[in-house]
């Protein structure tokens, strides 16, 4: 069986289930590589204009398959085919949800932090558990989380191996809503609907200027040139247009 089970529950939107139930959905190399891959599809198919990542009701992920660690040489995180899978994640172009419930550890928390929105049904817990095996988070967890939760909360929950539930998750930024769990994966579609509704190249455009935000010095970061490129597309005009006749605009992501 495949690790990850692909659907396109609505119009523009792509579903990634993780299939790794025995597993509690840990990310073993099969599934970062599947996952990668259907990424470069989605990214290439301009049908798909946003996409959610899912688990099951026991685990969004439970982070790195331990049963690949090896007993020596190169640490997992280290393998070619993980970084490139883990580049390809965060490279992503287009509107990337997650909708969590159950486990998010390890490498599942980190990838939550790849995701531009999070929903967390209110049975989901986060958390970094690695140090428990002498470990700690290698797929980009020391440097991100941080910068989401503040230093203190990082080296609280890498430190201790502690988790935080799902409304804790959301007062930290990790998370955008709680909702009840059987109502998080449709409100993540619904979510990710809205915004597959928009102009493909504005969101596009938005999800890059935000991200330059942890990239780059402000001064840098303030590209008003590109910004002003969005006046000269089709959509721009399609949005005027419809504004002025009171109409839903059609978008084509020109």
Known sequence: MSPIAVSDPAPHVRLIRFQRPEARNALSRGLLVALAAELDRAAADPE??????TGDDRAFSAGADIKEMPDGGIPMWGQADRLRAWKTIERFPKPLLAAVNGWALGGGCELTTLCDIVIA???????????RIAAFPGDGGTQRVPRIVGKARAMWMMMTGETI?????CAWGLALQVVPAAETLPHALAMA???AGMSPIAVAMIKEEVLMTYQKPLDESLSLERKLL???TEDHDEGIAAFVEKRPPVFKGR
């Open 48 to 53: 798909v204009r946003a996409l959610v990542l």
């Open 121 to 131: 049904g209110d049975s989901a817990r986060f958390g970094f558990p690695e140090v």
């Open 165 to 169: 539930d799902a409304a804790t998750a």
């Open 230 to 232: 969005l006046w000269q």
């Open 193 to 195: 609907e809205r915004i």
